[in-house]
């Protein structure tokens, strides 16, 4: 079994930061690309940013420059810098990460999500 646990989210002003994490535990043998995700009231689930073992990363465009992915492959730990945060960036922000467990089998799997709320 595999989780993925994220931790971080509230309620922030505009202008203001917030810091997520998601750790991936359980049966890992590799963790390949891994992601955030975000999904606001009646809107579809979005890519907010993604970055691959190598440590190359995509961001979408409404959060370059005020966001930042990292991560920790030793401790399959990863982060989400968000700065300058705007109203519109308020969801639920969804961990993503590409997994090859201890059986060798590739799946994608999903935390269960942290809410970000930015007032104005």
């Known amino acids: 079994q595999v989780q993925l646990v994220e931790s971080g989210g509230g309620l922030v002003q505009a202008g203001g930061s917030l810091r997520l994490s998601c750790a991936a535990s359980?049966?890992?043998?590799?963790?390949?690309?891994m992601g955030w995700y975000r999904q606001a009231p009646g809107k579809q689930r979005e890519l907010v940013v993604v970055i691959t073992f190598r440590g190359s990363t995509n961001y979408a465009d409404s959060v370059k420059g005020r966001f930042t992915i990292s991560r920790d492959t030793a401790k399959n730990t990863m982060y989400l810098q968000m700065n300058s945060l705007k109203p519109e960036d308020t969801a639920v922000y969804y961990c993503n990460a590409k997994i090859v467990t201890t059986t060798l089998i590739l799946s994608d799997y999903w935390g269960q999500g942290t809410q970000v709320t930015v007032s104005s």
């Open positions: 359980g049966s890992i043998f590799s963790i390949n690309t």
